[in-house]
């Protein structure tokens, strides 16, 4: 296993993926596992030059769009529904009715991580608490990266202080490090009553248990066993797979790509409202992705009635009307 940290330009300037893969093919590698989306086009023109030997990239499309050759497949989770739970247990739990959501860079990715935090937000207000939508306020602030770069992101401690001091009581947190939720445990220090939802690590609210209402997270394993295994048979083919939760247990590490750890913070009643919640997901008796919905702009999304395609959901061109923030970098 050749392992490879902070493979970004920050980190890494003047390196390319194509260079890294040429090391790890001379090592002897026979699968290369790639885990940024940043990686798209050196991970296809690494794949184009070493035919021989299989690519996996997460969060990729080539494999999609036939972009990519045959020995590269792409894996992706379903976090939209892990950010629906999020924004759903966020907005059971504010009290002023003010949510912030620490956001990395601005992509399709993003975008639609953002907004499907934002359905759930509202559908608990609306549906659960039976609250004007218009009483919901969901700011998106974006830093500019995956995680804090001194000198090249905006700083995420600072962004999160300035959600708390403005009254948002809840931040949701969209970047790969736990900023948020150490500052909303120094705010609950302060005396101040506000909570936090960090992203992607399953034991995330370590870093502030008292604060932490849960953790969405992504589990590769499934997706890897799988691919790998059609490797170990001779039975590869390119494929493009977007997996989601295993509903019967959504945390269950050997079969969900996608889970939802409950956080300290979060009451009980407000976790048996979520758990009931989440069953209405896995079952299709509540989807958020469907119309009619609005883009931020005001073009519309989804017509009445039309549920979104996964190709409308990947390819999320702005963010929908109700949220508050950028919807690109323009």
């Known amino acids: 296993m050749i392992y490879i940290d902070k493979v970004n330009p920050a980190d890494r300037p003047g390196i390319t993926i194509l260079q890294l893969v040429d090391d790890m093919v001379e090592k002897g590698a026979q699968l290369i596992i790639a885990n940024l989306d940043d990686m798209k086009d050196g991970t296809r023109e690494a794949a184009l030059q070493h035919p021989e030997v299989y690519f996996i990239h997460i969060s990729g499309d080539d494999a999609w769009t036939g972009k990519g050759p045959k020995n590269l497949s792409n894996l992706m989770g379903r976090m939209e529904y892990g950010k629906m739970i999020a924004g759903f247990a966020a907005a059971l739990t504010t009290r002023t009715g003010k949510i912030g959501y ?5 992509n ?3 975008r639609r991580l953002a907004a499907s935090c934002y359905l759930g937000a509202r559908y608990a207000w609306e549906n659960v608490l039976k609250k004007d939508p218009k009483a919901l306020k969901f700011q ?3 830093i500019g990266f995956w995680f804090n770069i001194p000198g090249v992101t905006a700083d995420p401690t600072q962004v999160s202080q ?3 001091n403005s009254g948002y009581d809840v931040i949701v947190s969209g970047i790969d490090t736990t900023e948020a939720l150490v500052v909303a445990g120094q705010k609950r220090k302060e005396g101040k009553t506000v909570w936090a939802i960090p992203y992607d690590y399953i034991g995330a609210c370590e870093g502030g248990a008292d604060a932490c209402l849960g953790v969405p997270f992504f589990n590769w394993g499934p997706g890897y066993v799988q691919l790998i295994r ?6 590869w083919k390119p494929q493009w797979l977007w997996l989601g ?5 959504i945390n269950n590490t050997a079969t969900s ?6 956080g300290p913070a979060l009451s009980d009643d407000s976790w048996l409202t979520l758990d009931a919640f989440i069953k209405d997901l896995g079952s299709g008796r509540i989807n958020l992705l469907a119309g009619p919905l609005r883009y931020q702009n005001g073009s519309l999304f989804l017509k009445p009635g039309q549920i979104a395609t996964d190709r409308q959901v990947w390819y ?14 323009q």
């Open 245 to 249: 939760p295993d509903w019967n247990d």
């Open 162 to 164: 300035n959600f708390f």
């Open 230 to 235: 059609d490797i170990l048979a001779d039975n």
């Open 257 to 262: 790509t996608i889970g939802f750890v409950a």
């Open 140 to 142: 998106v602030t974006w």
């Open 108 to 110: 399709e990715e993003t």
């Open 102 to 106: 620490l956001g990395p860079l601005i």
């Open 316 to 329: 999320m061109k702005y963010l929908l009307e109700g949220m508050d923030g950028q919807s690109s970098t």
